[in-house]
């Protein structure tokens, strides 16, 4: 039975059974083709016969691994390698065909090579997943034919493998890297002037040119008769939340990715961020109840439970519930913290409906409200439009367009803080506000 299931036609067996069947058919005509045609036909299955003996002698013949890791990072290429192993006393051609996890939707994978006697060959192809969750591989299929391609011949390694699918840690380590190695405007990242001297003294040290006079310390001077000025650094141990609405308005999709997926991203970077900064760092997220509510501390440990957290999360059908994020907040949130709230307003209304709510929230904290802009309806204020429906559309978009300066505007007059972001850009606009007040010491 597994003898016939792993038995195959190749190509070049119909060819050859396409030449036959001409010189049948033109022995019609031709009458010298017809035992010619018979001798055909035996060769064939001289062919055949010599075919299968050279690909089923060996037992295990061929070897292939799939090397999955144990996580993958959403929304990031990430690498899946396979190793081959021929242990053929021949060469040997290979059709690789892998049977991807169903949320891919990709059936036509397909890699070909050709291996000499004892080569192992390595290779790796990506994936991008566009979900959190479990993602299951299937069979790793290979095909093996020798040069005379009448047959082939399929092995079949490692079903069911599964990976989880993690919120994404491959951008949350490329912020760290270019923290670490000052190159942060590389990605758009901007230095803040410091405004007074909001920070807390780290210590005196000798004066350098490029200085603020204004740090000097007279009395340090004058004990050791040569400038000296005292140096600050950014205030540590800072509380921040970061708070993320799971409510139907954070569904929508922008190039396969969902808002939440989007502000899960940019909440890990930005939370990995904090800690290097010494800061306290905590999660809530909420809808029409409080699903998460990571206190905010500064442990080693904070980051992967923050991850592991963001993992299980998913949006919901329902209007999220405000009044109680702010009863919770007053209960369970009792000193002054960064909280940067991730939700999204389509309509001015929508967000005057959560207004009182926000308004009072920041009487206590400080609050940063951020928000998407719809890059679909950017794009169709930007075409050109043809006709009157597509002036009528167009003038509908400007319309929504409008409403989301006009938010943030609104938030402005009450003192509330806001960030209008593109979705692929939210991270760095996330960690910029971040900088901008720490620098300014507004918390």
């Known amino acids: 039975m597994k003898f016939i299931k792993s038995l195959y036609i190749n190509k070049g067996f119909y060819t050859y059974m396409a030449i036959v069947s001409v010189c049948f058919l033109l022995s019609y005509w031709i009458p010298l083709l017809y035992p010619l045609a018979w001798i055909g036909i035996l060769f064939i299955f001289i062919l055949c016969c010599t075919d299968l003996l050279l690909l089923y002698r060996s037992k295990n013949a061929i070897l292939a691994r799939r090397l999955l890791p144990d996580k993958f990072s959403n929304s990031d290429e990430n690498p899946v390698p396979i190793t081959i192993t021929n242990k053929y006393p021949f ?50 299929n290979v095909f093996v034919s020798t040069k005379l391609k009448i047959i082939k011949r399929k092995y079949q390694f490692q079903n069911r493998q599964m990976v989880a699918v993690y919120p994404s840690f491959i951008q949350m380590q490329k912020y760290d890297f270019l923290s ?25 040290k000798d004066y350098v040119q490029g200085d603020d006079f204004r740090t000097i310390n007279w009395k340090a001077t004058a004990k050791t008769g040569h400038l000296m000025v005292n140096q600050y650094q950014d205030e540590k141990s800072q509380p921040i939340y ?31 961020v904090g800690l290097k900064k010494q800061d306290k760092i905590g999660l809530i997220t909420f809808s029409k ?27 919901q059908f329902h209007d999220s519930d405000y009044n109680l994020l702010y009863s919770q907040l007053k209960r369970k949130v009792t000193h002054r913290s960064l909280l940067l ?44 439009a043809e006709d009157l429906q597509g ?49 300014r010491g507004l918390l």
């Open 91 to 140: 060469r040997v051609l290979l059709e690789v065909i892998d049977e991807l996890p169903v949320q891919f939707q990709k059936r036509d994978f397909l890699y070909t090579t050709t291996l000499t006697p004892n080569e192992v060959h390595d290779f790796s192809y990506q994936v991008r997943p566009l979900e959190r969750g479990e993602y299951f591989f299937g069979y790793l």
């Open 180 to 204: 670490i190695g000052n190159h942060l405007t590389e990605l758009g990242l901007k230095k803040i002037r410091r405004i007074g001297h909001t920070s807390e003294f780290e210590q005196i």
């Open 242 to 272: 970061s708070i993320i609405d799971t409510g139907r308005v954070m569904k929508m999709p922008f190039n396969g990715l969902k808002l939440l997926d989007y502000a899960i991203n940019a909440s890990l970077a930005f939370s990995n």
């Open 289 to 315: 109840s409080i699903e998460s509510l990571l206190p905010a501390t500064q442990k080693l440990s904070q980051l992967n439970m923050i991850l592991e957290r963001l993992y299980n999360i998913s949006t």
């Open 341 to 384: 709230l991730y939700t999204n307003f389509e309509h001015i209304s929508a967000l005057r409906r959560q207004l009182p709510y926000l308004l009072a929230i920041s009487k206590k904290h400080m609050l940063v409200v951020i928000f998407f802009e719809n890059t679909e309806l950017d794009k169709l204020i930007k075409a050109n």
């Open 391 to 439: 002036i009528y559309h167009q003038t509908i978009a400007e319309k929504f367009a409008f409403e989301k300066r006009l938010m943030v505007k609104e938030l402005k007059n009450y003192g509330i803080q806001s960030i209008i972001t593109a979705p692929e850009n939210l991270t760095i606009n996330v960690i910029n506000k971040y900088l901008e007040i720490k620098s």
